[in-house]
């Protein structure tokens, strides 16, 4: 992990409060600052891996409470549902790409949609919580990892379409038709992915540090409102400006955005029960250890 570009830990300093020492790489002056204050700030993010252990331990060592940030120190339970939410995030990414080449009309309240649209907002909601209980670094892996796996899925989908299949085989050339309109929704997909969620994951973060880990309520619904509303443009407008006409495509970011918002309202609640589930059993210590190895 690369770090120090802009700060150094040099230790602790224990008084009635303990505080950190930290020391401006670029000037060279020392900062004295709570674990806590030090924790919320932006200058863990330049610290390399080292120092985030010391940090949190030193911050963390006297409660029962889970003492790493990186993932590799976690236990198993934590572990298990970072993999479980990065997997799950991973399949809605894929299967957004692929519905999304089809858009649909819903006459009741006249949305032009693709299908896509009923999962992807599920994406929101899996990298707050990552975002909540493992931190911006780790929400911006699995972004990467989710978005890699799309990648390599499609890159499958199209060697496929370039092998020659058997003549009496009726549906080969609209295989290939099917898999070159995927290619063109993933850069559309990629692009809006990548900014609206690294969007969506930064202005969490910082509310969060604005308001002390509070109000969860708000920084949910106010990082997947404004997150929405970026993805569902840069999608729209990339997926779909050489197939559909202008007012088409601007009924269809609107479609887009009401829906998502009403995912945003809706996941308020799935976090919030997340976050009862991870105090209570996935980030409780494990006092007892395995004493017996299978023989």
Known sequence: MIGNKKYKLLGFNRSDIITANVMVLSTGKHINIRLQDLEDSE????????????????LYGDKDIVTSYDLGDRHE??????????????VIYILSTVSGVKPILIPVVNFVIPPAIFFYPL?????????????????????????????????GLWI??????LPEWELSTAYSQFVHSIIAVLFASSAAYLISENINSMILCKIKQLTNSRYLFIRVITSNVIASAIDSIIFCTLAFHNILSVDTI???????????LGYALIGVGP????????????????????????I
């Not at 209980?133 to 978005?147: D, E, N, Q, V």
């Not at 601007?250 to 998502?260: A, E, H």
């Open 77 to 90: 339970r934590s572990w298990y549902a970072y993999l479980i939410i990065s997997i799950t995030l991973s």
């Open 160 to 165: 496929t379409s370039l092998l020659p299949g």
């Open 250 to 260: 601007k009924i269809m970011i609107v479609s887009q955005f009401i829906i998502k």
């Open 43 to 58: 200058i863990t993010e330049d610290f390399n891996r080292n120092e985030l252990k010391a940090l949190y331990r030193r």
């Open 123 to 155: 994406s929101f909601i899996l990298v707050d919580i990552i975002n909540e209980f493992y931190g911006l670094r780790m929400a911006r892996r699995t972004i990467f990892i989710s978005f890699t796996s799309n990648i390599v899925f499609v890159t």
């Open 271 to 294: 976090i919030y029960a997340t976050r009862e589930l991870f105090r209570r059993y996935i980030n409780k210590e494990i006092h007892s250890k395995h004493t017996k190895e299978c």
